[in-house]
């Protein structure tokens, strides 16, 4: 398995008040899959992605991603990781606003050695007539487009995404998805999704259900459903 996840346990909080987010979670992903995360709210599902993306640090347990132990790093170390193998696309986008989309993932480029080709990339999200805007100019589904650019141009193995879709109306959403489909079949990219969309774990590999820190549900979809012909979104 690509990334494996052993007892996960994340507390926040001191003294009396204390809440536990993660109450010994155990998950693995296979190299290549698509995979939803989902749960009510409060149910640990960001903390679960924020402790696999190193953003997060667990009280106890373990994340071994492509076979190297994530959980205990130092925080060099997790800089690193999140440089090397690492994207990360948000429901708000955090663009950068007086760059333009060009930009913006050209920023990204510099902080690996092995970067996808800008243009093949602008070209296949469909940004390549938009490259000269400023995020302001941009409707909300072309800066999540770009925000998906700057999290890929990496080349990272493993895409972390946190409601995706979740500032989207139901037409740009399933854009956003097909997009996300595409970039998984064409370069292979392992992609957890957190999402509150149901509709959305009928076109992935693999249905991990949170519900109050732990892991409700986890099950292969053996009929996957292309994105374009998703409903309810």
Avoid: W
């Avoid at 398995?1 to 204390?18: A, F, Q, S």
């Avoid at 959980?71 to 986008?93: H, K, N, P, T, V």
């Avoid at 995706?164 to 970039?183: F, Y």
Wanted: hydrophobic share 35%; charged share 25%.
């Amino acid at each position: 398995m690509y990334l494996e996840v052993k007892d996960l346990v994340k507390t926040y909080g001191t003294g009396d008040i204390r809440t536990k987010a993660l109450r010994g979670v155990t998950a693995s992903v296979a190299e290549g899959d698509l995979c939803v995360i989902q749960g009510p709210s409060g149910s640990g599902k960001s903390t679960f992605l924020n402790c696999i993306g190193g953003l997060e640090t667990p009280d106890a347990g373990s994340i071994i991603v492509d076979g190297k132990e994530i959980a205990g790093l130092s925080m060099a170390d997790l800089a690193e990781y999140r440089r090397e193998s690492l994207g990360f696309i948000f429901q708000f986008y955090n663009l950068v606003p007086n760059l333009t989309v060009k930009e913006n993932i050209e920023v990204c480029a510099y902080l690996t050695k092995d970067p996808l080709d800008r243009d093949e990339l602008m070209d296949t999200l469909g940004l390549t007539e938009l490259k000269s805007k400023f995020p302001s100019q941009l409707s909300g589904g072309q800066q999540q487009r770009c925000a998906i650019a700057r999290a890929l141009i990496k080349n990272p193995r493993l895409l972390l995404c946190d409601e995706p879709t979740g500032a989207l109306d139901s037409h740009t959403s399933r854009g956003i998805l097909t997009l996300l489909e595409t970039v998984n079949r064409r370069y292979g990219t392992t992609m957890l999704i957190v999402t509150h969309n149901n509709a959305i774990k009928d076109m992935v590999d693999q249905v991990l259900v949170i519900r109050d820190g732990m892991v409700a549900e986890d099950y292969r979809n053996d009929r996957k459903i292309p994105a374009a012909e998703l409903t309810d979104l």
